[in-house]
């Protein structure tokens, strides 16, 4: 299952975007990262420090 999968089957506690959707700038942009509290649920991923957006939902895209 790719990372962007993993994270996305959560609601994010820190911006508040709903499970399948990526991490959002409080400008509405897409992060470049997902937000840490959001990564951390998902088991595997907890030792990582940072989960980076794929590139085909690039950051800074409404």
């Known amino acids: 299952m790719p990372l962007s999968v993993?994270?996305?089957?959560?609601?994010c506690p820190t911006c508040?975007?709903?499970a399948g959707?990526?991490?959002r700038t409080r400008g509405?942009?897409?992060a470049p990262k997902?937000?840490?509290?959001?990564?951390i649920l998902v088991?595997?991923?907890?030792?990582?420090l940072e989960v980076k957006t794929p590139a085909d939902?690039?950051?800074g895209r409404a």
């Open 6 to 11: 993993a994270v996305e089957q959560f609601d």
């Open 16 to 18: 508040e975007v709903p």
């Open 21 to 23: 959707s990526t991490c």
């Open 28 to 30: 509405g942009k897409v």
């Open 34 to 39: 997902y937000h840490t509290p959001r990564f």
């Open 43 to 48: 088991l595997q991923l907890r030792a990582k």
């Open 57 to 59: 939902r690039g950051p």
